[in-house]
């Protein structure tokens, strides 16, 4: 068996093992190493270099290595921007490169005490994640708080139903805020935005539900939001 011959063989292995690999860090890599072994194969098959064959490798495996890095940047930390990094630890289920699309799609905003957030039967008009700060909630005559590290408006968000209680920002709170038309907009031409939505509102309610048996200190119409325990809304 020739070079030429074991150079083919080599790179259809590369190839057949890429395809076998689900990873696709890994896979675009062994594609890499079979593009490169058939360039070279084109080179020294005949007297004189295939350089249509070559050419067209070499575009093929240039694509390939652009994924590759657009593949390695998405998953690493410098796909963050700066001033959304010291978010990610609440949001690490996601890739940072879907976290950073997720958050830059958002205003971070600072609101005063007293702001209002939702309105109970009347619709979803933003929604919010608490970073920083306490919320209001006001639901069938019983008022209650609820702490950072939440969505506020998902249920409805997601449903398109109105929201099922009032809330209020309780004391000065730093919140993420996506204007919901402008997000369905978003998520119906990137599934991938969609699917990274979805993934952290479900994260989200999950915990929600697994707190929801938490016993609420006070329900009488006027408690201080202060002294109730953390619970969840459906608004």
Known sequence: MSP????????????????????????????????ALYIWYYAIVDSSPLWPAIWASLATGSANLIGLIKLIY?????????????????????????FARLVTAAKRMTRPAGYPMTRANE?????????????????????????????????G??????????TVVANTAELLEWDVKTLRKRVKRDPRFGLAMDTMISLDLAEKVAKAGAPVL???????PHSAAPVFSRS
């Open 4 to 35: 030429s011959d074991l150079l083919v063989l080599a790179a259809a292995g590369m190839f057949v093992l890429g395809y076998l690999i689900l990873d696709q860090i890994l896979l675009r890599i062994m594609l890499l190493i079979g593009t």
């Open 74 to 98: 998405r998953r690493s930390a410098w796909a963050i921007p700066r001033q959304y990094r010291d978010l990610y630890e609440n949001f690490k289920a996601l890739p940072p490169g879907d």
């Open 123 to 155: 619709p979803i008009e933003t929604l919010y994640y608490v970073i920083n700060g306490k919320v209001e909630v006001e639901k069938d005559g019983a008022r209650f708080a609820i702490s950072n590290g939440v969505f506020v408006g998902e249920v």
């Open 157 to 166: 968000y997601l449903t398109r139903n109105p929201a099922s209680a009032s």
């Open 218 to 224: 006070s329900t009488s119409s006027n408690p201080s």
